[in-house]
Every structure is written in C-alpha cells, then in structure tokens.
C-alpha cells in the first residue's frame, strides 16, 4: 500500500514555474510507477505525467510535454512535479498517484488529496 500527499501547490502568474512534490510512505514505494494527473472544474481527471519505477523513463501528455518535467526519489519515496511556463489551462487540482505503466500511461492504484495550482493571466 502506498499513502500520498502532496504539496506545492498554489498560485502562480502565466509563465511561472512551480514545483509540485508527492511524499509516499509505505516500503513498497519503489515498487510502483509514478505519476501526475489534474481535474479542472467541470473537466474530467486527465493524465498529466508518469516516471517508471527506477525512474529511468518518462511519459508525458501532449498539453505539457516540453514545460513540465517529472522525477522521483527512490531514496527518500519522493516525486516531483517541475512545471514551468505555466498557463491558466493548466489551472487544476494535482494529483499525485502510484500504479503501473500501461504503455504511455499511468494506471492509478494509489492516490493523494490533491494540491491545488492556480495560473493568472
């Protein structure tokens, strides 16, 4: 079992940069790939960032590939959310899970509270 929170979250104006962070317990953290997904309001949850179990690779959705940047911390059961040229489409809550990799994507097992980010025009 994992249990998830993360932090980071806030707000930020168009073009920033923050850097979400998710704090696992459990010993098995390295057992499980990692990754991001955000639900704006009235949206569904949808797929943000995934890093495999060593960490060694990374999966990304289009919407952010080349602003954000996903890695973990097997030492410490950490994983980081850098986001940076933020846009106010990316205003969501974030959230951190832990599951496995199917093909390019994060099947969720695992989840946070989520950590809400906020992007000004």
């Known amino acids: 079992q994992l249990q998830l929170v993360e932090s980071g979250g806030g707000l930020v104006q168009a073009g920033g940069s923050l850097r979400l962070s998710c704090a696992a317990s459990?010993?098995?953290?390295?057992?499980?790939?990692m990754g991001w997904f955000r639900q704006a309001p009235g949206k569904e949850r949808e797929f943000v960032a995934a890093v495999s179990r060593s960490g060694d690779r990374t999966y990304y959705a289009d919407s952010v590939k080349g602003r954000f940047t996903t890695s973990r911390d097997n030492a410490k059961n950490l994983v980081y959310l850098q986001m940076n040229s933020l846009e106010p489409e990316d205003t969501a809550v974030y959230y951190c899970?832990?599951?496995?990799?199917?093909?390019?994507?994060?099947?969720?097992?695992?989840w946070g509270q989520g950590t809400q980010v906020t992007v000004s025009s």
């Open positions: 459990g010993r098995t953290f390295s057992s499980y790939s």
């Open positions: 899970a832990g599951g496995v990799l199917i093909g390019d994507r994060l099947r969720g097992y695992y």
